[in-house]
């Protein structure tokens, strides 16, 4: 392997990679062309999430960084950010990374395997091609959203069944982040989609403003915001509604053994603090205890009752392919990730064919099995 | 140290005890006459809990078992029993196990320890004395319950600021425990107060009987039932109303960074597994999830409002002691196991002494403090 050189394009030591690759914190994907390692962990300063392509050169993406999240707003907003900050959506998908490797544009998920079905999506997109080439050891990073998609389906009237919106242009090997004004600039230049946009504030007016938009967001269904550096020198923070924690415990009390106990009470912690940041009376903690109630019991009673009914426990994606082929690369891609999922239904139209992707949740089956019939949890 | 005779009351091997002390899982407590070890961990057979003394002889008291718990009743009931079942009121205090050691009456916490509080309280009862002292090997466990207590403060009409109810009399150095009617009438002879007894029902109607007898338990405010073999040679088993559940949660978030994450999603699984045995509809649904959102909602409210405000969290117990001494007592015992305590108000009367004393919850106080500033969590 070409180890020098990639560890002279990351800018870190031979040693520290070849240690990396032996503890497995650096994975090598072979059954692709280029051969890419994924970082599975930070290294070396270089993020998890990173993917150095093999190929004629060496093509470096890094990872997207952890995004910090605000408990209570206003304190840490004052404490973090200089004098102004930028505001806009955080929408409810999946962050993909788009970069041009040996000329193909390629879609990475957070963690930096390529996605061969996002991939297929957005490598048909002219607008994006041309961005890349024209603007070369940039990456794309953005928001996959839509009814159509393997892993998170949230409905957005603009996005339709697949959409993509960016929210940043990074050196692909630096990591550095353009400013926000200029990002917004370029991309409207090649008319690619970017997040609503909801201004730049004053470092003491932004928590109202953000409150606002925040409550107006929920309304809609839609998740909250992150507040940027306008400058992009220093690390984002996002803040979401109750309704968007709400939303991810219900997702996640459908599949109560499947999930770290840390999520469930990360999202639950969240609610305190923005109930007290809020000052919030009587009523609105009843409104938001009844939220919260709900979210947890109603899917959870739900899977129970489909276990006790004899079902298996899955969570469907309605998927469209191109072709046969296309279905099967995106299949083997999931199943070498050690993803259990049964191809439920097929329709073909167009030549296209679209599957009903069942991603079996076999923890939870089993232990709500179990539980149900008399063994114990 | 007496490791060859404490073997071979305990019925184990010499080595297992000596590896089970270099590894600390038996803990020597030595400021106390007599000295004892405690089973900090299972030991070959010898339950968690289990108490050595070592005095002019050696003294064993096997660990109250852990009771497992019924998330869904009905097949539990009917796989684990034989043809009938004892059903019994689980009170909700601690647990205390009351023995005879070197002609002294001493109460032992769940963990091992001598309990100077509850150890000043009980040995003060004649009945209990004489219980002890003429049915030799005798443990009396039990729950103790009330308003002045370090551990566990609920009220009981019937129980006024410390009572004890007994619920199993069990062989000292053997652990087995008297059939329940048998247990009654000699708990009845003694003049010894037992918890409440529902009675003896056949296995197929024991599950309606129980749900009958948790609903109305629940009105009460009072927690729930133990199912137990009559003859006490199965393993028992607790079942508890959605209220208790409730109540457990809101006493835990008061603290939320002080309890594991298994505490809370052990509570919350339940409320799901109870709902669908229940086949409660939409309406008790929105109770239930009103009760469980508000149950971990407000405390959380509260405890973040108290910190903002400049507050320490602290968990504050009345109680009375005899004198000075007692008192004295008592903080070093609590002192040597690590627990952080305030005494904050004194009040004499009667020659003794009412104290509040306040534990501090450092981990809630200082990760709640440090989001409040903006330092993140």
Redesign the interface.
């Known amino acids: 392997m070409r180890l020098a050189e990639v560890a002279e394009r990351l800018g870190i030591e031979e040693w520290r990679i070849k240690g990396a690759l032996e503890r497995q914190s650096i994975q090598q994907i072979d059954n692709f062309n280029p051969p890419y390692l994924i970082f599975r962990k930070d290294v070396a300063g270089v993020e998890r999430g990173t993917a150095v392509f093999l190929g004629e050169e060496v093509t470096v993406v890094r990872g997207f960084p952890k995004i ?1 999240r605000a ?2 707003l ?7 950010f200089s004098s102004r900050v930028a505001v806009e959506e955080k929408m409810n998908g999946y962050n993909v990374r788009v970069a041009l490797v040996e000329g193909r544009v390629l879609a990475l998920t957070r963690g930096g395997y390529v996605c061969p079905y996002t991939t297929a999506r957005l490598s048909a997109r002219r607008r994006i091609g041309r961005f890349l080439k024209e603007n070369p050891g940039k990456v794309l990073c953005g928001e996959a959203v839509g009814t159509r998609n393997p892993y998170v389906v949230h409905h957005y009237p603009e996005a339709g069944e697949f959409g993509f919106f960016a929210f940043d242009i990074r050196d692909a090997a630096g990591n550095r982040a353009m400013p926000v004004l200029e990002r917004n600039r370029l991309l409207e230049e090649y008319g690619i989609e970017h997040v609503r946009f909801f201004g730049i504030f004053k470092k003491e007016e932004a928590t109202e403003a953000v409150f606002r938009v925040v409550r107006e967001l929920a309304q809609e269904g839609r998740e909250g915001v992150v507040i940027k550096d306008p400058e992009m020198r220093l690390p984002p923070i996002k803040y979401t509604s109750s309704q968007t924690n709400a939303s991810d415990l219900a997702y996640a ?1 459908r599949f ?1 053994y499947e999930y770290g ?2 999520f ?2 990360s999202r ?2 969240r ?3 923005q ?2 940041e809020w000052d ?1 009376g009587e009523a609105e ?2 409104e ?7 979210s ?3 899917p ?2 739900e ?3 489909r276990v ?1 009914d004899g079902e298996v426990l899955t969570e469907d994606h309605v998927l469209d392919f191109a072709g046969e082929e296309e279905l099967e690369e995106f299949l083997t891609y999931l199943r070498r990730q050690g993803v259990s999922v049964v191809v439920d239904e097929v329709e073909r139209k167009d030549g296209g064919v679209r599957v009903v992707l069942r991603r079996l949740r076999r923890s939870s089956t089993d232990r709500i099995r179990s ?7």
């Open positions: 910090m408990f209570y206003e304190p840490l907003v004052r404490r973090h009390f109560p106990r840390d469930f009470f639950i912690i609610e305190g603090f109930a007290v919030e903690l009843e938001r205890a009844l939220r919260l109630g709900k947890i019991l109603l959870m009673v899977s129970i009752r006790r539980v149900l019939s008399g063994r114990g949890e």
